[in-house]
């Protein structure tokens, strides 16, 4: 197992744990996060806890490809768990969030369609023969996503003492973006979709 992989399965460990943090009910062992008022805001360390961690995870999805790219390590194997680590780490926490009633639920609804409508493009694609790249507007809708969960975990401090909510803009920036991206990977793809051979 080279470096990038064991960084992935680092992200995947620390997904658990961001999940188990939002999931656990803490309380019924007695265990209470203090809650700290920021200028009129109610801030809890579970929160703060589980989006430092997320951080953490997600700077390692940054260096997993990086270095794979870098030291040509990039396997099928890599390329798997980091497809599964991504989904994992940001798709149950948009879940979370939302039955937390941190963030509307139509976020998590939005971005994990997308997901499954763009994983069975690629799916369909690499079944011909294709690779399909990343593109633009999935990068940005990625950028935003991750900027805006990490200001959800810190009460979209320091933005909220203002009362913009800047952390719900980038989140719907980013379903927006999601929307686009799979409208565009279908159509940069459709003739390989609809082809009945792999020499299309």
Not at 46 to 61: H, K, L, M, N
Not at 74 to 92: E, Q
Not at 131 to 147: E, N, R
Request: proline fraction near 2%; aromatic fraction near 12%; glycine fraction near 6%.
């Amino acid at each position: 197992m080279n470096l990038p992989t064991k960084l992935t399965v680092l992200r995947l460990i620390l997904s658990v744990i961001v999940i188990m943090i939002l999931c656990i009910p803490f309380y019924y062992f007695g265990i209470h996060f203090p809650v700290y008022d920021v200028g009129g805001v109610s801030v809890s360390m579970q929160y703060v806890v589980a989006g430092i961690i997320f951080i953490i995870a997600s700077v390692t999805d940054f260096f997993d490809g990086y270095l794979a790219r870098k030291n040509n390590q990039i396997t099928d194997t890599g390329k798997m768990l980091d497809a599964i680590a991504d989904k994992v780490l940001v798709n149950s926490v948009l879940i979370i969030l939302a039955a937390h009633g941190f963030i509307n639920v139509i976020i998590p609804v939005i971005i994990v369609l997308r997901d499954i409508v763009v994983n069975a493009i690629k799916m369909e694609a690499a079944g011909k023969g294709k690779v399909v790249a990343a593109i633009g507007s999935g990068k940005l809708k990625t950028a935003s996503l991750m900027i805006g969960v990490v200001l959800t975990f810190f009460y979209n401090l320091p933005f909220e003492l203002i009362n913009l909510r800047v952390s719900d803009f980038l989140l719907y920036f980013a379903c927006i973006m999601s929307i686009i991206s799979a409208v565009q990977y279908f159509n940069l793809n459709k003739k390989i979709i609809f082809s009945k051979n792999e020499n299309v």
